[in-house]
């Protein structure tokens, strides 16, 4: 969400359209949180600003953002709603988004590419978009009957098999864009790009949209993607009648990740179910997208998250998926305070997540609601 925000209230009707789905945006990802505990001494975490800053060159603020290996070389990137314009000067978090930049339009998806993660790289990667006559395009289309102005296709995580490239989206459905909560998530799809041989940076991308996935009634699976022992694992947001907002986890084999009735759901004791109104729930406080991984380094599973309605990072540890249910919530950051009227006008940290991890070092992202930027952690863990 951008930061003129702040000083109007959700109700104000002259909201441009671009602003307006970013506000259903956040709002679909703001759900009351429940509890945290604190941390210990095994992590210190330093703050970096802004993630990936050469971005600001083809964009005015994004989220999503989520690395995808596509080679050793080479990492691809899907964003979510990418804000498109013109700065007015040089970049400022210090001024409202309407007095540094002149918004031209919002795609509901981006792709770019970067050289490899290291911890050296990540501070200075340079992003190649994906672009059609010097414009930001979105990798993943429309279709005939969609409209952009009703129809939000966002792109989520991904995992490259083989010559292909599988990318997790949302079919989000606006149904009276003049209401602030009136949408729906309509389906979770996953779209398919097969890499044409020795294709190089430049060369066309192209996604085709397969058969819709899951339905309405299924949490978000795609936030993030992990490939373990021949398995795909996803993990999915969604809220509950008691407004607390926790996720499911599912998995599929590599070679089933296009079937949807192939997928298996994740309960309490550690064990799979076909069905995933037969699956259990976990942690209940998650705002937005989060990560999961398996730390080699740790010999644990690691989840990260921003903690609903709180300015703070959680991290999750636990040896096996049975002791996900038990395992303790930490918390390793506390991001600045929000001013109380951004608070009040629904906007709040969310989508903290791991982007990659080296030896002891985990680093990770979390959007900053007031200027619509990924900000950059480095995370250093000690036994």
């Not at 289309?141 to 129809?151: A, L, T, V």
């Not at 192209?206 to 699976?221: I, N, T, V």
């Not at 550690?270 to 989060?290: A, H, M, P, R």
């Not at 002791?323 to 390793?332: D, P, T």
């Amino acid at each position: 969400m951008v930061k003129e925000m702040g000083v109007d209230t959700i109700t104000r009707r002259n909201y441009p359209q671009s602003i307006r789905v970013i506000l259903i945006r956040i709002s679909i990802l703001l759900i009351a949180g429940m509890y945290l505990s604190s941390c210990g001494n095994s992590i210190s975490v330093t703050p970096h600003g802004v993630f990936g800053k050469s971005r600001l060159l083809h964009v005015l603020g994004q989220d999503g953002v989520s690395p995808i290996e596509f080679s050793p070389s080479l990492t691809m990137w899907t964003f979510s709603d990418t804000i498109l314009g013109s700065w007015k000067g040089d970049v400022s978090a210090a001024a409202t988004f309407s007095e540094k930049a002149d918004i031209s339009g919002m795609v509901s998806n981006s792709l770019a590419f970067t050289g490899p993660l290291t911890p050296q790289s990540v501070h200075s990667l340079s992003f190649i978009f994906y672009q059609k006559n010097h414009a930001i395009q979105q990798f993943i289309k429309y279709q005939k009957n969609e409209d952009p102005g009703k129809d939000r296709l966002w792109a989520l995580d991904g995992i490259r098999l083989r010559n292909r490239m599988y990318v997790y989206y949302l079919h989000v459905k606006i149904t009276n864009p003049s209401k602030l909560l009136s949408f729906k998530i309509n389906a979770i799809g996953l779209a398919r790009w097969d890499i044409p041989e020795g294709w190089k940076t430049g060369d066309p991308v192209q996604f085709r949209r397969l058969p819709r996935l899951f339905g309405e009634k299924y949490p978000a699976f795609g936030a993030c993607v992990m490939n373990k022992d021949g398995y795909i694992y996803t993990v999915g947001q969604y809220s509950d009648k008691s407004f607390s907002s926790p996720i499911k986890i599912a998995r599929v084999k590599s070679k089933f990740i296009e079937n949807g009735n192939k997928y298996e759901f994740l309960k309490s004791d550690g064990t799979w179910v076909k069905n995933v109104s037969n699956s259990d729930s976990f942690l209940g406080d998650v705002q937005g997208e989060c990560s999961l991984s398996y730390n080699r380094w740790l010999g644990k599973y690691v989840i990260l998250y921003c903690q609903s309605w709180k300015n703070n990072l959680i991290m999750v540890t636990f040896d096996d998926f049975s002791h996900l249910a038990r395992a303790e919530k930490k918390v390793i950051h506390s991001m600045p305070e929000l001013p109380e009227q951004a608070v009040k006008n629904m906007q709040v940290y969310y989508s903290g997540k791991e982007i990659f991890s080296w030896n002891n070092f985990i680093y990770a992202v979390y959007i900053n609601p007031l200027d619509y930027q990924p900000y950059l952690l480095q995370l250093v863990l000690h036994k």
